[in-house]
T-cell receptor, first 117, second 113 residues
């Protein structure tokens, strides 16, 4: 399998549930990202991992908990979510984190559509 | 702070007609600029990017974009649209020290037969 794979593609959960989103990249990249895509809003960067170390957390509520056990896998653990958290969650990877003289060319997965009831 | 503006939320063009999607960015230095496309139910796919050099860049699927520093713009063009081009298009800028992409809100393209 190639590229960036996200599972599950669709998830429905209640506000008291605990679930996880999984992302796997087969590109040999060193950086991985979680983005949130809501209707009529720009993509929001949630978390950035570089070489398995979290380097950015964009003021994301603690009910979202990322985990990066190795450079190929990224998880987003979800608990006690709110209906406004319903969105498409996109995982992406890049060769390196970028910045400075480097540039970020992101490869995205197909996303996990989350609905919170 | 960096920002990206895509002024058109939704555009409809006839198949075979030309297309131009607008993108304006705010950044002090020379930015790295990108266009991504998202088909329904899918993630984002890179169409093209501008890092430096020739201000007219070619991408996949027959798309091109032109960087105009004086206008802070990076508009996407295609001379003849195909029905399969119907999708949402996102412009993005990467110019910060953190190296994170800032996306516009997107332009949805519909194609009439």
């Amino acid at each position: 399998e190639t590229g960036v794979t996200q599972t599950p593609r669709h998830l429905v959960m209640g506000m008291t549930n605990k679930k996880s989103l999984k992302c796997e990249q087969h590109l040999g990249h060193n950086a991985m990202y979680w983005y949130k895509q809501s209707a009529k809003k720009p993509l929001e960067l949630m978390f950035v991992y570089s070489l398995e170390e979290r380097v950015e957390n964009n003021s994301v509520p603690s009910r979202f908990s990322p985990e990066c056990p190795n450079s190929s896998h990224l998880f987003l653990h979800l608990h006690t979510l709110q209906p406004e958290d319903s969105a498409l969650y996109l995982c992406a990877s890049s060769q390196d984190k970028g910045g400075g003289s480097g540039a970020n060319v992101l490869t995205f997965g197909a996303g996990s559509r989350l609905t919170v009831l | 702070a960096q920002s990206v503006t895509q002024p058109d939320i939704h555009i409809t063009v006839s198949e075979g007609a030309s297309l131009e999607l607008r993108c304006n960015y705010s950044y002090g230095a020379t930015p790295y600029l990108f266009w991504y496309v998202q088909s329904p139910g899918q993630g984002l796919q890179l169409l093209l990017k501008y890092f430096s050099g020739d201000t007219l860049v070619q991408g996949i699927k027959g798309f091109e974009a032109e960087f105009k520093r004086s206008q802070s713009s990076f508009n996407l063009r295609k001379p003849s649209v195909h029905w399969s081009d119907a999708a949402e298009y996102f412009c993005a800028v990467d110019g910060g020290s953190q190296g994170n992409l800032i996306f516009g809100k997107g332009t949805k393209l519909s194609v009439k037969p």
